[in-house]
C-alpha cells in the first residue's frame, strides 16, 4: 500500500496533474456557487474537455477537483445567499445564513471552509483503508455476483428516493436500462431498437444524455424563474474563528466526518441525506441550551452538515473505485468518463493501474488543501462572481451544454437529440421524477447486461439465482428494499386512516 | 389526473412498445447458431420491459400515494413564469443545431449567445457584442487547437 502511495503522490504531484487540481477545484467552485447548477451539470459540462486530455488520470484528477469545488462553492451561496447551489449544501444555510445575517458571513465561510477540508481528508483516509479492503473481497466476486451488486445499488437508489417516490425511482432507472440496450451492443453484433434509424447505431450519446438531464433543465428553471441574486453586497471581513469555538465543532467533524463517509458509500445516499442526517443528529445529541442556537446560528450546525457532505463526497468514491458501480449520479457520469477514457474502474483497477487508483486518491488530498488555502482568502472576490449578470450567464450555459454534445459526437443531430431529451426531462422534473436514477440506469446498463449474459452462459439459464448463496443473498436484500419502503408507507396510512392492521 | 400520472402513462406506452418489440419481433431473424444459447439479444429487454410495465402501472394507478410538497415550478401555472423567454432559447438551440454546419461556428456561436442574451431582455449592444465574439473566438481556439477537434469556423460559401 505504501508503495501505491507513493506512485499516487507521484503523479497527482507532476505539473500537470497539480494544474488539474487548481484549475479544477476553482472551475468548480466558481460555477457550483450560482445558484440552481449542481455538480452534476457542471461534471456534464467539464466531461469533453476531461475525455480530449486523453489522460484518466488527469482527467479523473480534474472531474474530482471540480466536484468538490462545486460542493465548497455551493456553501459559500447558501451561507452567502440563502440560496443553495447544489441539493447537498442546503442543510448549511440552516444556520450558515442566520450567521451571515448577524454580519459573520466571514467565519461562517471559514467554519465552512475548515469544515469541508476536514471531512475531506479524513473521508479520503478512510478512504485509503476501505477501498484496498474491499477492492479485494471484490476480486472474488463473478460476473453473477457483479450483475446482482448492481440490482442491489439501482434498488437502493430507488429505495432512497424517498416516500411516494420509490415507484417513480424505478420507472427511472428501468427506463435508462431500457436506453442504454439502444444501439449495436458488442455482446451480440447486432442492432438493436434503432428504428432504422443509422444515427442510433452507436446509441445514444452518453454526454447528450447527462447534458440533457442535468445541465439544460436546470438552465430552464433558472429562465422560468430568476432566483434572487441580492443580498450579497456586504463586505466580507474577520475571517477568524476562536479557540473555544474551534474547541467546540472539533468533535462535530470528528463525528461527522466518520458518519458521512459511510453514508457516502452506500449507494443512493449521498451528500445530500449526509448532510441532513449530520445535521439532525448533532442538534439532537447537543446540549439542551445549544439546542435552541440550531437554526439561529449555530456553529456547530453549520459545522455538521460542511463536514458530512464532504465526507459523503469522498465516501461515494469508495463503491465507483473498487466495484465500478456508482452509487449517485455524479459518480455515475465520472464512470462514464472514466469507461470513454478506456479505464474501467472495479476491483482490477486497483492492480492494473495502480497510478491511477492512487493518483485519484492523493489528488483529493491536495484539492482540499487547494481548497482550503486557495479560497479562504479569495472568498469575498469569488463571491462577486454571483454579481454575473443572469443575461449572460444562461446564454452561456446553453451554449456549454450545446458544445458538450458536440464535441462528444461531432455530430448536428446530437444536438436535436439534446434539445428533445432535455424537454422531456424538463417535464420529467415538474413531475417530481428523479432524474439521477435514469442516468445512472443507462450507464450501468450495458455492463449489468454483459454480466447477467455472462452468468446466463456459465449456468446454462437463470440457475446461476439459486446455485449461487452470494447472488441469490444480494437479490434478495433488493428485493427487499424495493417493498419495504412503500409496506411500510401503506401501514403507516392504513394506521393513520384508523384501518386495523391485518397481521 | 396529475401530470405525473400521465407521464406514467407515456411511459407505459414506451414499456410496451419495446415489451412488443422485444418479445415478438426481435427473435425472428436470430441466427440458427444462436437460438442455442441460453441468452438471446431479446433475453434482457424482455425482463426490462415486463419490469417497467409493472414499474408504471404502479404509478399510473396511483399506488404509492406521494405526499404533495411544494414545486420549486408549479406546471400547472406555467404560464406566469418566464415561459416565452424559455420556449425562445429553446428554438434558439434548435436553430444553432441547423445552423451549425452551414454558418460555421464562429458566426452560429456568436449569433446564439447575442440573441440568447437578447431573448432575456439584454440590450446593451456594446457589451453583447464583444463578449459574444471574444467568448466564441476562444472557444473555437480551445476546441480547435488545444483539444484537436475539427470545427469549420467560417460559412461554406466562404470556404471556411
Not at chain 1, 467539464?46 to 460542493?71: E, K, N, Q, R, T
Request: aromatic letters at 10%.
Amino acid at each position: 500500500m505504501l508503495e501505491g502511495l507513493l506512485i499516487g503522490l507521484t503523479t497527482a504531484l507532476s505539473i500537470q496533474n497539480l494544474l488539474m487540481v487548481v484549475a479544477g477545484c476553482l472551475i468548480g467552485t466558481f460555477i457550483g456557487m450560482l445558484p440552481g447548477l449542481g455538480p452534476m451539470s457542471i461534471i456534464a459540462i467539464m466531461i469533453p474537455v476531461a475525455i480530449s486530455m486523453g489522460d484518466p488520470s488527469a482527467a479523473l484528477i480534474l472531474l474530482a477537483g471540480v466536484y468538490y469545488g462545486a460542493i465548497f462553492g455551493g456553501s459559500t451561496s447558501s451561507i452567502l445567499l440563502n440560496a443553495p447551489g447544489v441539493a447537498g449544501t442546503v442543510a448549511s444555510s440552516f444556520d450558515g445564513y442566520p450567521m451571515a445575517r448577524q454580519g459573520k458571513a466571514g467565519k461562517a465561510l471559514t467554519i465552512a471552509a475548515i469544515a469541508s477540508f476536514a471531512g475531506g481528508t479524513i473521508g479520503a483516509l478512510l478512504l485509503i483503508v476501505f477501498a484496498p479492503a474491499l477492492s479485494s473481497v471484490a476480486l472474488l466476486f463473478h460476473s453473477a455476483e457483479y450483475f446482482a451488486l448492481m440490482v442491489v445499488g439501482l434498488s437502493a437508489i430507488a429505495a432512497f428516493a424517498g416516500t411516494g417516490q420509490v415507484a417513480k425511482a424505478m420507472i427511472m432507472t428501468i427506463l435508462g436500462l431500457i436506453m442504454a440496450t439502444v444501439g449495436e451492443g458488442a455482446l451480440f453484433n447486432l442492432p438493436r431498437f434503432t428504428m432504422g434509424i443509422m444515427d442510433l447505431q452507436s446509441g445514444f450519446g452518453f454526454i447528450t444524455l447527462a447534458m440533457a438531464m442535468f445541465a439544460l433543465p436546470e438552465a430552464l428553471f433558472l429562465v422560468l424563474k430568476p432566483k434572487n441574486l441580492q443580498g450579497g453586497d456586504d463586505e466580507i471581513k474577520d475571517l477568524r474563528i476562536t479557540g473555544p469555538e474551534a474547541k467546540a465543532i472539533a468533535p462535530v467533524i470528528g463525528r461527522q466526518s466518520l458518519q458521512g463517509f459511510f453514508i457516502g458509500v452506500l449507494p443512493g445516499a449521498g451528500a445530500t441525506i449526509a448532510s441532513f442526517l449530520g445535521y439532525a443528529v448533532e442538534r439532537n445529541i447537543a446540549p439542551k441550551e445549544e439546542q435552541q442556537e440550531f437554526g439561529k446560528g449555530s456553529i456547530k450546525g453549520l459545522a455538521a452538515p460542511e463536514t458530512a457532505n464532504n465526507a459523503a463526497c469522498t465516501g461515494s468514491f469508495v463503491p465507483l473505485l473498487t466495484l465500478g458501480i456508482p452509487g449517485s449520479g455524479t459518480t455515475a457520469i465520472l464512470l462514464g468518463a472514466l469507461i470513454a477514457l478506456n479505464v474501467t474502474p472495479g476491483p482490477r483497477l486497483m492492480i492494473d493501474d495502480p497510478q491511477i487508483f492512487w493518483a485519484v486518491i492523493m489528488s483529493m488530498f491536495i484539492g482540499n488543501l487547494v481548497l482550503l488555502i486557495l479560497n479562504l482568502p479569495l472568498i469575498p472576490y469569488i463571491a462577486k462572481i454571483l454579481a454575473v449578470p443572469r443575461n449572460y450567464l444562461i446564454p452561456f450555459i446553453l451554449f456549454f451544454t450545446l458544445m458538450g454534445a458536440y464535441i462528444g459526437q461531432n455530430n448536428a443531430t446530437e444536438l436535436l437529440l439534446l434539445v428533445a431529451f432535455g424537454i422531456c426531462a424538463t417535464a420529467l422534473k415538474f413531475a417530481d421524477y428523479p432524474l439521477a436514477p435514469l442516468l445512472i440506469g443507462f450507464i450501468l446498463g450495458g455492463m449489468m447486461e454483459d454480466n447477467f449474459a455472462r452468468s446466463m452462459q456459465l449456468y446454462d439459464g437463470v440457475a446461476f439465482i439459486w446455485e449461487r448463496p452470494m447472488t441469490l443473498a444480494l437479490l434478495v436484500i433488493a428485493a427487499i428494499l424495493v417493498v419495504l419502503p412503500s409496506y411500510r408507507a401503506r401501514r403507516k396510512k392504513a394506521r393513520e386512516a384508523g384501518v386495523a392492521e391485518g397481521d | 389526473m396529475a401530470l405525473d400520472r400521465w407521464i406514467a402513462l407515456v411511459l407505459l406506452g414506451i414499456c410496451l412498445a419495446y415489451g412488443y418489440a422485444a418479445w415478438f419481433t426481435m427473435d425472428g431473424n436470430l441466427a440458427p447458431f444462436m437460438r442455442r444459447t441460453p441468452i438471446w439479444p431479446s433475453t434482457f429487454p424482455k425482463v426490462l420491459s415486463v419490469l417497467g410495465i409493472v414499474a408504471a402501472s404502479c404509478v399510473l394507478l396511483g399506488f404509492e400515494k406521494a405526499t404533495p410538497k411544494e414545486a420549486d415550478i408549479d406546471y400547472r401555472r406555467l404560464w406566469e413564469y418566464h415561459l416565452g423567454q424559455a420556449l425562445l432559447l429553446l428554438g434558439l438551440m434548435v436553430a444553432y443545431a441547423l445552423c451549425l454546419r452551414p454558418l460555421g461556428f464562429l458566426v452560429s456561436t456568436a449569433a446564439f449567445l447575442i440573441l440568447g442574451s437578447f431573448i432575456l431582455g439584454e440590450r446593451k449592444w456594446h457589451i453583447m457584442i464583444p463578449v459574444s465574439l471574444i467568448a466564441a473566438g476562444s472557444v473555437w481556439y480551445l476546441v480547435q487547437e488545444v483539444l484537436g477537434i475539427y470545427m469549420r469556423p467560417l460559412p461554406g460559401f466562404v470556404g471556411g
